[in-house]
């Protein structure tokens, strides 16, 4: 579903008591997501293929953007070129938005700087492609997946055809752009890739179809399963547990 319009709801304290706000922010094209910083100051807009951030800490009803830049990339099928939605994070140097396309990963500071690019180039003459990013609960890592662009019988003969591409996640810093570590690769299918920090940071779940992996915060493979569903079936939806124990995996049947 595609929006045009969003709605922050703030609270704040006036003449003794805690009153709530509308904050309307409005685009003239489709609002893919909306994402609140750690802080609640910042809101940061998805246009699919631009980014806007705003202030929000204030009840204002139809905020001004402070910050606006496009996503270069090759678009999908729906013209949108950002792979997963857009952060903010919060480090000793400031806050620094972060962004990708298909082809690299790009952050900014909030006055339009670009801090550093990385790009995802051809390995061995295949492409490979990012899926989707995850920020790291305290704002400092990034997981970011990336479909190797080898086909499964690249790396084993042995892998079965209904397996067309493997995916593996790379650790970035997010203060310097520099990669910290490369998990190991799982296989994937055409179904959507998913990728969550646990709570504590200590770790990051890859689901590409039914297959999963758990890195550390340094993409050091912990553990490889194939999820236990149906087969020919896929997974949409990832949940940790408050404690980083548990993952809870939502199941799509296709049938």
Known sequence: ILHRYAYLIVPEYRFGELQWFNSLISTDGPIYSITLDKSAKYAVVDLGNA???????????????????????????????????????????????????????????????????????????????????????????LAVAIETGRPPS?????????????????????????????????????????????????????????FVEITNRTGGTVTKLQALVPGGSYVTGIHWSPGGDKVALLVNPTE
Request: no cysteine; glycine share 8%; hydrophobic share 45%.
């Open 51 to 141: 980014i806007q951030v705003y202030n929000v800490s204030l009840p204002v009803m139809n905020p001004k953007p402070i910050f606006w830049e496009a996503v270069p990339g090759e678009p999908d099928i729906h013209g949108r070129t950002l792979r997963g939605k857009p952060y903010i994070a919060w480090l000793e140097e400031g806050p620094i938005v972060v962004a990708a396309s298909e082809e690299a990963v790009y952050a900014w500071s909030l006055n339009g700087t670009l801090l550093w690019t990385y790009s995802v180039d051809l390995v061995k003459g295949h492409a490979p492609q990012i899926q989707t990013i995850s920020l790291s609960p305290d704002g400092r890592l």
């Open 154 to 210: 690249a790396v084993n003969m042995s892998i079965p055809a209904m397996y067309v591409r493997t995916v593996e996640i790379h650790v970035i810093d997010v203060a310097t752009g520099k990669v910290l570590g490369v998990s190991d690769y799982i296989l994937g299918t055409p179904a959507d890739t998913l990728v969550e920090w646990s709570p504590d940071g200590k770790y990051i779940v890859l689901v590409d179809g039914n």
